[in-house]
């Protein structure tokens, strides 16, 4: 078909005379859209399980209706489910979220697009568009529930023994829509069942099913204000029966267009293809990365302490929960001691959970999980220690005391402000005291306490030093690095650390500042287990940014607070934790808020990873104000609720990849601003 019958006429000049090719690679379908000629071919075929395949399929199968060859392609690009699979010999590619190709394809049919409901087969998305520019100026997404996506409806068909593609017209043909409450594939089949028990007819229940699914995607797109020009897109987008359930749920007319809205994602793809091949881009993430120093002897010394710990028997063990924990006080009192702070695989989550409640988060569940599977580390502990402010933590603590190891646990006052807070809180101290006493049969003093002091704020400084280098335009150590410095100090002897940090920072200080800057992110929120480092590694291996700084308490946060060497060692230790950056827990919020933007200022961050584990009460209803504090101060934050399986990796990406080509684009045009200044 001829572009000018397709384009919205104020853009088809924006479309030159090369040969590109978009593909979009869904969970269910696979769409391609070549640009040749002044004309656009489009060709759809099921995802098969080898991607390559698919895309290959698509392309021979365009390039025989076009009538050309492979080698008069110029650029192609990816997108979807199965775009990193993408290889194309001797054709430069390149791979953009589909929420960009999407918003892309959107534009390019109806220039004054500002809103698009893109539903595929496994999720869906309320995506804001510029229409400047049709870049993505917001977007979200479901989590990884099929409730309101193609495979909730898939599914619902079957039970009414339709087809895919008779389940929307049908629902039109109802004259009643009975309520189907449940959103869960597996529990609206009972509700079926009941429905047709009850007389109902399938046509009204397909139109129920429609409504529920909606439902489901008006939730969804009502926490991003949706505007005028509404369009709807994705492999859903051509079901009637949903169209119409959400015209009626949401109050505003979706545009048709002489395209196939399923090929927006595609044709998205091609019209970045060809802005790739004006700008001379030839290869995939050629970006020249920065020179880091080498830490593994730190890396292998950790790894030989915690085998070391493990195999003790000459001392007590300690394992403590949270940093409210004072160390000093456990170094003081002879006692080898390390933080608690492995993630669990899926099994080891699932046996947590047999002994705690199904709504606790990840971490708890793996600290009782590991006990209960007698990880090695866990099973040589003589005590656990938790100073809790959670209230998941304290149940968990108490369950490790009551099914496995003996623990003990302290109050954290909420509010640190407070002088009788304070007193309070240096009693619970000395109570931690008499009990590393009972354990140890070592009675710490105030001399000795003092001298762990010392040591510990000398380490704390190291590590705000090496941290610091981390201004640096090109930093000389990723964020991976950074928590393998700070695992360090959770397993070795502080004499042992002072020694390996200051060769680290010398080392890291005479990095060659060279290559090119990376965009700079903070990291926020929840805890970051060992062993849970998928965020990390797709931004910094797969996305090419940099984590600069975290504000969580297994980053940098705890290393901000020195404890006063003048004053009664033990008050000295109470006001040093209650003063360190509080986590969200803790009030007045805002002490938190406000840490949170200086360290964001410090070290110049360009966005905000706020990543928390699902079902954390803390963070999961401290966000709103977290995020509204960075969007105030024009600091994009991208919110990331997860767990430890793997089944939301894609989606992680895929929103992953959007945020950090929305922050790209702001980027370029403050870079133009400021070069025009």
Known sequence: MKLSEVIDPRLVNKIDNSSVLGVDIGSRGAKAVLLHGGELFVAQVPTGVNMQETADELFDELLDVAGITRDQIRFIVGTGYGRIALEFVQIPREIVTEISCHAMGAHFLNADTRSIIDIGGQDSKAIQVDPKTGK??????????????????????????????EIGPAALQAE??????SQCVVFAESEIISHRARGETREAIASGLHYASARRVKNLVSKIPLEGDLVFTGGVSNNVGMKKALEDLIGLPIKAFKLDPVYAGALGAAVYAQTF???????????????????????????????????????????YLCTYTPIELLAASGAAHTRLLKCGEPEVVSRGELITKSVFC????????????????????????????????????????????????????????????????????????????????????????????????????????????????????????????????????????????????????STPQTGVAPLRLMMSGGVVAE??????????????????????????????????????????????????????????????????????????VQGVIYTYLKFCPCLGMTKKRFINRFE??????????????????????????????????????????????
């Open 136 to 165: 993505v100026t917001k977007f979200i997404m479901n989590d990884k529930c099929a409730a309101g996506t193609g495979r909730f409806l898939e599914k619902a068909a079957s039970l009414l023994e339709y087809t895919i593609a």
């Open 176 to 181: 009643s829509t009975p309520l189907i409450s």
């Open 277 to 319: 091949y004006a700008e001379k881009r030839i290869v995939l993430s050629e970006n020249g990365e920065a020179i880091t120093a080498d830490i593994r002897d730190l890396i292998e010394r950790t790894t030989d302490a915690e085998n070391a710990f493990i195999e003790r028997k000459d001392v007590k063990k300690v394992g």
């Open 362 to 509: 990840d971490f708890t569940k793996s600290v009782l999980g590991h006990f209960a599977e007698k990880d090695p580390l866990h099973a040589s502990l003589d005590q656990v220690v938790t100073f809790w402010t959670c209230d998941s933590m304290k149940a968990t603590s108490e369950a490790i005391d009551n099914f496995f190891q003996p623990s003990v646990g302290y109050v954290v006052p909420r509010n640190g402000t407070r002088e009788a807070g304070r007193k309070f809180f240096r009693q619970e101290i000395l109570n931690f005291r008499k009990d590393l006493a009972k354990l140890t049969g070592k009675q710490v003093t105030d001399d000795e306490l003092s001298e762990q002091i010392h040591q510990y704020n000398k380490i704390r400084r190291l590590i705000r030093d090496i941290s610091g280098l981390r201004k640096r335009d090109n930093p000389p150590l990723d964020g991976r690095d950074f928590l393998e410095i700070t695992k360090a100090f959770y397993y070795l002897q502080p004499e042992e650390q002072l020694v390996l940090l200051e060769d680290v920072y010398l080392r890291l200080a």
């Open 531 to 604: 062993g849970d480092r998928r965020i990390l590694d797709l931004i910094e291996d797969n996305i090419g940014a940099r984590i600069v700084v975290e504000d969580h308490c297994s980053g940098l946060r705890p290393f901000y607070h020195e404890t006063d060497e003048k004053i009664d060692p033990w008050q000295a230790l109470a006001n040093a934790y209650l003063d360190q950056a509080p986590c969200a827990r803790q009030t007045p919020l805002d002490t938190l808020l406000d840490f949170s933007v200086q360290l964001a200022e410090e070290y110049r």
């Open 632 to 677: 105030d101060l024009d600091i994009p934050v991208l919110e990331l609720a997860t767990d430890y399986s793997s089944g939301d990796i894609g989606q992680i990406t895929t929103r992953l990849e959007a945020f950090i080509e929305v922050l790209n684009e702001k980027k370029e045009i403050l870079d133009v601003a400021n070069y025009r200044d």
